[in-house]
Structures are given as C-alpha cells and as structure tokens.
C-alpha cells in the first residue's frame, strides 16, 4: 500500500509537469501525438482529436510528445514552426506548473495547520545571547545575513552550514519594532554523536549533522532512540540522565534505532567536535494563521523549498555533497512510503498532509531541476531558445539534437547510478 501511494504521489507531480507542456502547446498550436503517464510500453490508450493519451507500463515520469520536438520537422503544427516566444512558453510551462503545484498544496497545508514562525522559545541564561538583549518571545528576521522567514530557514541554515566559533549577526522583532544584535557563539570541544532529538516526551532524533558519526551510522531524522549501550530508555529525560552519568569519550556505544516500528542497533563512534551553540532555541512547529498570512506562508513555502533545492545544487557542486547522496525515483518512494507508514498511527489527517507535505517537495524540486541548463532538461532547450531570440535565427538543428541526445544519454547514466545507490541503501 505504501509503494502504491509513494507512487501515485510521484505520478501527479509528473503528470501535471506534462499538463504544463501539454497546454501551452495546444493554445500555441502545436500538434501533441502523445500525451502519456509513465514510461516503458502502453498498458492503456486512447486516441482523441489527434492526440494519444497514454498509461504506461513504469509508473515513473511521463512524457508530452509534440511533432517536431525532436527532429526536423517544418510542417505546418509543428513544434519547430511555431514562433521562438511559443516554444519558450511551451518549454517554461512543465516548471511553471510544477511551482503552481506546489504553491496550490502549500495553501492546503497552511490553512489546516498553519505555518512555523520563528519564535525564540528559550534563550540560555547568562548566554551571550542573553546579554545582548534577545528574550524568549522574539521573532527572528535575519540570521547571519540570511533573510528568515519562518522557523524552518533557521533549522536550514543549521544543518547545511552549521554554526562556527564566531560572531552571530541577527535581527529579530519586538512588539513590531526590528532589532539589530550581534553576539559571540559559545563554543567548547567534546565528544559527540552530531545530533539533536526532542527535548521531552518520546526521543525522536529530529536533526543529524553532516558528517557525524550519526551520519556514518545510517540514523536519519525521524528514528527513536530506544536503547543505548544495552540500556532502555523510554524518554528524552532516560537519555539526558544516562549520558550525565556516562558521558561520551571516544569509545564506541551502541544504540537501538527504531524506524518504522522495527529496532535495530547501530554503532557509532563519537567525535571530538567543537561544538558552537546559538544561546537560543527556535520554534519549527506549526500554528494557524490568517488567509491572507495562508497566501503569504503558502508563497513561502514554495521559495523555502525552491531555495533549499538551489542550495543543496551549490553545495553539491562545490563538493560538499558528494553524488553518493544523491536519491532517484526509487529512494524518493522507499522515503515517501516510510513516511506514510509513520503517519498512519497519527490518522487520515496527518497522512493528508505528510503527502502533501512531499508534494510540495519535490513538485518544487523538479521545477528547479528541469531549469538547470542542462541538454534535454526544460531548461537546456530553454538555453538554445533564448540564443535563437537573439539571434534571431535558429541553431543548425542537427548540431542542437546531438546536444540533446547527449545530455539525455549523460542523464541516464546518472539515473542509472543512483538508482543502484537507492538499491543498495534498500
């Protein structure tokens, strides 16, 4: 049941990527032969005003066949003889209406549980923070330079950057006024695992630093910690008391790790890490809000997501990230379908909205992506066209398939790679 779901979420994201394509070529005039779901050979089909609508056998991507596309075709509905502006927008529509997708389930989510502002919650006494005048209640507006919107482009921040032993540059808003603050972190060196978890109640790990010997482990956000060394531990106050009593020194410990109902024990090593604390806890749970705040946090969700997405490239071209961390449609499901089955105990509601919840990911996701200027990606053929409105004549096309098929041919290499990836976590 879980596949089926994972897969009927990737399939409406496909689809309406295709829908984009699909209707900017009819309202341009473009003869579509095909309009189909799915890769591979057809299951079902039908014909209907020159166009073939298709089911196919791999429910994974979809495809808006148009004559002309990918040949040199100049007849009167191709794709090729229509207008430079026409392809353009034909081309730009797949992403286009995967950002619509994406904002239109944003405003489902926000209006039934809201959106998380980035509240200070607590704010460690006699810290530098503290010092500097920050109080529990604040709203942060700025960290580091970085514009804050909502207590998840904080949480961002802190994993993918983390905190050095520096000067922290904040904003934050009081009673409508903004606040400039600037403040020593603290820092200390001691061995650790590289991951937060809740503070009371059931301990979920709700962050793992990159690198950690957490990381290394396999934990991922979302496990619970259920054993240490052989102990039980039933809560966040359980683990609290057993790491005062046995405090971390380098030697190796084991945890059970339950994921999906299932406990498994992993060893891990811990790390003499600088650790560099903020002062201050922030809030990323949710509350209700207006509908013009709905409009606004849907928008905001969306660019959350868009700039997630950017930056994870960035960082992944600067080596940060390595293609091995890389996840195709195979691991994006085995997530999606884990996900749902944790939801399920939480009923109907929460599975709603965690769905929806990674509709808007990777509908998101994929707009960014197939904007990349990358041959046979939207945004590659966006690159030749937008060189052709200039230039006002168009690229030899013989020169601009082979571009193309390469870029295509490059792609399913990388497919093919990470989906081995994806099997092999599995």
Not at 34 to 57: D, Q, V
Not at 417 to 422: I, L, S
Request: glycine letters at 8%; charged letters at 20%; proline letters at 3%.
């Amino acid at each position: 049941m879980k596949i089926l779901i994972a897969l009927l979420v990737f399939s409406v994201i496909v689809l309406f990527h295709e829908l984009g394509h699909f209707l900017l070529a009819k309202r341009n005039g473009i003869a579509v032969t095909e309009f189909s779901l799915g890769m591979g050979p057809r299951l079902l089909s039908t014909e209907k005003g020159g166009t073939r609508y298709s089911l196919k056998l791999f429910p994974i991507g979809g495809s808006c066949m148009m004559v002309g596309e990918d040949e040199d075709d100049d007849s009167e509905r191709s794709f090729n003889n229509a207008s430079v502006w026409a392809r353009i927008s034909v081309v730009a529509a797949g992403p286009i209406f995967n950002f619509i997708l994406a904002f239109v389930f944003a405003m489902i989510i926000t209006s039934v549980v809201g959106y998380d502002p980035a509240r200070v919650l607590q704010v460690t006494e006699g810290s530098p923070a503290a010092q500097a005048g920050l109080k529990e209640g604040d709203i942060i507006k700025e960290f580091q330079g970085r514009h804050i919107s909502i207590g998840r482009d904080l949480d961002s921040y802190m994993t993918l950057h983390g905190l050095k032993d520096e000067e922290i540059s904040l904003t934050y808003e009081r009673d409508g006024k903004k606040h400039d603050i600037q403040f020593q972190a603290n820092s200390e060196s001691r061995y650790m695992l590289g991951f937060t978890y809740l503070s009371e109640g059931i301990p979920e790990i709700t962050q793992v630093m990159l690198n950690s010997a957490m990381t290394k482990a396999g934990v991922m956000p979302g496990d619970i910690i259920r054993e240490i060394n052989g102990t039980a531990v039933a809560d966040s106050q359980e683990i609290q008391a057993y790491l005062q009593e046995h405090p971390l020194d380098g030697t190796e410990i084991t945890l059970g790790i339950e994921r999906d109902g299932k406990v498994e024990t992993i060893s891990a090593i811990p790390q003499m890490t600088k650790h560099v604390d903020s002062g201050f806890i922030y809030n990323i749970y949710r509350e209700k809000t207006n509908f013009l705040g709905v409009m606004k946090y849907s928008a905001v969700e969306v660019r959350y997501w868009v700039s997630t997405t950017v930056e994870s490239l960035m960082m992944l071209i600067k080596g940060q990230f390595s293609v091995n961390d890389l996840s195709g449609p195979v691991g994006i499901i085995d997530v999606i379908g884990d996900s749902y089955e944790e939801a399920k105990s939480e009923g109907a509601m929460m599975v709603w909205m965690q769905m929806l919840y990674w509709a808007i990911l990777l509908s998101a996701n994929l707009g960014v992506m197939n904007l990349l200027p990358i041959p046979a990606l939207d945004g590659g053929r966006l690159v030749f066209l937008l060189i052709e409105s200039v230039r006002k004549k168009r690229l030899n096309p013989n020169v601009e398939g082979m571009i193309h098929f390469a870029g295509f041919v490059l792609l399913m290499m990388l497919m093919v790679f990470v989906m081995f990836n994806d099997f092999r976590r599995l």
